[in-house]
């Protein structure tokens, strides 16, 4: 009798044991046949991560009222900034200084500007950095008929891409006096008032001026580049290089798009801008590129007219002005 009860008591403890050990297993890890689990790696046993989500980040940038933004404008219309865990604020500015001055101060991340602004800025000590060209299209907008060879009065920014394609364009055909003026629906309106004989201003706001009567010529680009440029302080590529990558990511999806139909980009231009859709199919759109950054040879040109047409001494390095990691 004491046999049989001390035989039942010991199967009782062994019955305790393993159900004890069996509840010690995760919920949900399923044994593996070498003895791993679920969630570990056979071979190693080490802990393979399901979580491939990118951290949530932020950008603050400053654009023009140009069709440069298009991809900009279209990407986040389109969720493509929000699908790869960015969100992207972006501000309009329709004075160059006032941008300027935000990203100097440290409100912006990256702003678009120039090739010629920009090789001033980082000669005056300004860590920026290009990490994409991006493409305009900038006519002149003309009142009344113009006389070849004779004087014109031309609107324009002094230290911006609109002088230097002046430069290109209208050199040995007029005879050019240059009024530098830094807001651009300030520009029109004195073309307009016929203050100025032509002023250039970027597309889409040049095809407004049309539809109230002035001539819209566009200024050819002779370049293999575009001298417009999307720029990041030093602190944001050194501080916020994912986030500037997954930047360049989504705009390369919008330029993709945009290549094979431009409708919709244009539509964007015309809401965003808050502009009359009536001008929506007369924008001069460019030729659209995914995110490059421009040559040697180009930034050896811009800053040769840095040099000669600005007076401005410029002793800077191809390195000094572009960040090639987010095009590679």
């Not at 791993?36 to 080490?46: N, Y």
């Not at 440029?229 to 798009?257: C, P, Q, S, W």
């Not at 924008?283 to 050896?300: C, F, G, K």
Request: hydrophobic fraction near 40%.
């Amino acid at each position: 009798m004491k046999n049989t009860l001390y035989y039942i008591l010991r199967l009782t403890m062994v019955i305790v044991i393993a159900a004890a050990l069996t509840g010690c297993q995760k919920p949900g890890s399923e044994v593996l046949a070498d003895g791993g689990s679920e969630g570990q790696s056979a071979e190693t046993g080490s802990e393979v991560s399901q979580n491939t989500e990118a951290e949530p980040a932020s950008l603050k940038i400053g654009v023009m009222p140009a069709v440069d933004s298009a991809p900009i404008f279209l990407a986040a219309k389109k969720g493509y900034f929000e699908d790869l865990g960015l969100s992207v604020d972006v501000q309009v500015y329709t004075n160059a200084m006032n941008r300027q001055s935000a990203l100097q101060s440290g409100e912006l991340d990256g702003a678009m500007t120039d090739m010629i602004a920009l090789v001033n800025n980082v000669q005056n000590g300004f860590d920026i950095k290009v990490t994409t060209s991006t493409d305009g299209a900038f006519p002149f907008l003309v009142k009344g008929d113009l006389k070849e060879g004779g004087p014109v009065k031309v609107g324009m920014m002094e230290v911006s891409v609109v002088n230097y394609l002046s430069d290109r364009t209208l050199e040995n055909r007029y005879d050019v006096e240059k009024i530098y003026i830094n807001e651009i629906p300030a520009r029109m309106e004195m073309i307009g008032k016929g203050d100025l004989d032509m002023a250039v201003i970027p597309e889409p706001m040049a095809s407004m001026g049309e539809l109230n009567g002035l001539t819209k010529v566009l200024i050819e680009n002779p370049d293999d580049f575009s001298p417009d440029v999307m720029v990041f302080t030093g602190t944001a590529i050194n501080e916020k290089a994912d986030a500037l990558k997954r930047f360049h990511e989504a705009y390369n999806k919008a330029v993709t798009e945009i290549q094979a139909d431009d409708s919709e980009a244009r539509a964007v231009l015309v809401e965003t801008l808050k502009l009359k859709p009536k001008i929506t199919d007369k924008i001069l759109m460019p030729q659209y590129h995914l995110a490059r950054v421009p040559d040697e040879a180009y930034v050896s040109t811009i800053m040769a007219w840095n040099e000669r047409v600005l007076g401005k001494k410029i002793d800077l390095n191809y390195e000094d002005l572009i960040e090639r990691a987010f095009v590679e």
